[in-house]
């Protein structure tokens, strides 16, 4: 199956942002099945991810999924934040069996905690700075489920 690209509506930051913070307009989520079995999904840089955005990319992992447990491999690098709705999205997915997200700061740290903490003990769920690390882990707890 081919990657998907959802369109991703413009993400200014919340109404209550302080004067003269604006980010570049959302580019889009890409959602993608490698080869390994591993659903990929890329949030864009640079923006804040709302609820919409956030179901148009778990319908898209439901359909590569199609009926079976996948594992699902999330980049978080240069998000600025998720909302709440957002977050309850990706975490109320029943297709997903393990969920490795990746990023490389610290602000990307915080942003897949809080992600992870949505549902906490779920699903297997990790942060890594390392595509490599985090395929290895994936492919192990997908194993295990």
């Known amino acids: 199956m081919s990657a998907q690209t959802l369109p991703a509506r413009?993400?200014?930051l919340p109404d209550d942002?302080?004067?003269g913070e604006v980010t570049a307009p959302?580019?889009?989520i890409t959602v993608d099945l490698a080869e390994d079995g591993i659903v990929e999904v890329t949030l864009p840089p640079n923006t804040v991810v709302r609820s919409p955005e956030a179901r148009a990319a778990a319908a898209a992992v439901?359909?590569?999924a199609d009926g079976r447990r996948l594992p699902l491999l999330l980049r978080v690098t240069g998000v600025l934040s998720v909302t709440d709705d957002a977050r309850l999205?990706?975490?109320n997915s029943v297709v997903v069996s393990a969920c490795a997200l990746l990023g490389e700061s610290p602000v990307d740290r915080v942003i897949a905690h809080f992600l992870l903490r949505a549902k906490p003990g779920s699903l297997p769920g990790q942060f890594?700075?390392?595509e490599a690390e985090a395929r290895d882990w994936l492919r192990e707890h997908h194993r295990d489920s």
């Open 128 to 130: 890594f700075t390392s």
């Open 89 to 91: 999205a990706y975490s």
């Open 17 to 19: 942002a302080l004067p």
């Open 62 to 64: 439901r359909a590569f």
């Open 10 to 12: 413009d993400s200014r």
């Open 26 to 28: 959302a580019d889009q």
